[in-house]
């Protein structure tokens, strides 16, 4: 540390008694040069502002063409056909449920198969956003819904039948 920095840390509060004029800064500002922005600034303001309309008008138009597709009779009755058949598979499982626990093999087969079957569903899902009008789209969409519960089921009488085939005894029959 030089002498100056020592004089200025030993006598700092004697030196700040004066306060700055406040139109200091204001005088200073106005001696400055003015700098003229160029055109060049306004057009990337001017390219910012139509970039970001443009999204918005994208966002909006998207919105609205949603709308009109959520108040279809065709997507409703989609919408309350998958409400229909995932609210009778969920019951199929629950029914499972038990059953699988003490059939692993079975539960891994049924797995399988169901794996398969939703990866088609979400293929057939897609093309059903893709094109919404299309019939056989919906009909493709109800008959792999339907495989899955026909899976489901055959898997649960096999399973049930499997667990009441070991209770009968030789004794028992006539």
């Known amino acids: 540390m030089d002498e ?6 030993n006598n700092r509060e004697g030196m700040d008694i004066h306060d700055p004029d406040p ?3 204001s005088r200073i500002g106005d001696r400055l ?7 060049q600034s306004y057009l990337w303001r001017a390219a910012a502002a139509l970039f970001v309309a443009a999204l918005c008008t994208a966002a909006i138009v998207t919105a609205i ?3 009109g597709r959520l108040n279809d009779p065709q997507v409703a009755e989609v919408r309350e056909t998958r409400q229909y058949y995932d609210s009778r598979i969920q019951s ?11 059939n692993p093999d079975i539960g891994r087969e049924l797995t399988a198969g169901m794996g398969e079957l939703d990866s088609l569903s979400k293929e057939i899902i897609s093309d059903l956003s ?6 056989e789209v919906v009909e493709a969409l109800i008959r792999n819904y339907r495989l ?9 009488f096999l399973m049930k039948e ?13």
Do not use: C, F
Request: charged residues 30%; negative net charge; without cysteine.
């Open 23 to 25: 139109g200091l800064w």
């Open 130 to 135: 893709d094109n919404i009008a299309s019939s």
């Open 4 to 9: 100056l920095e020592r004089h200025i840390l």
């Open 65 to 67: 063409r949603a709308a």
């Open 148 to 156: 899955r519960i026909e899976l489901l089921e055959d898997m649960l």
């Open 33 to 39: 040069p003015h700098v003229r922005r160029p055109l």
């Open 162 to 174: 499997n667990q009441t085939e070991p209770d009968k005894r030789p004794t028992d029959e006539l």
């Open 92 to 102: 199929l499982y629950m029914e499972a449920a038990p059953l699988l626990t003490a």
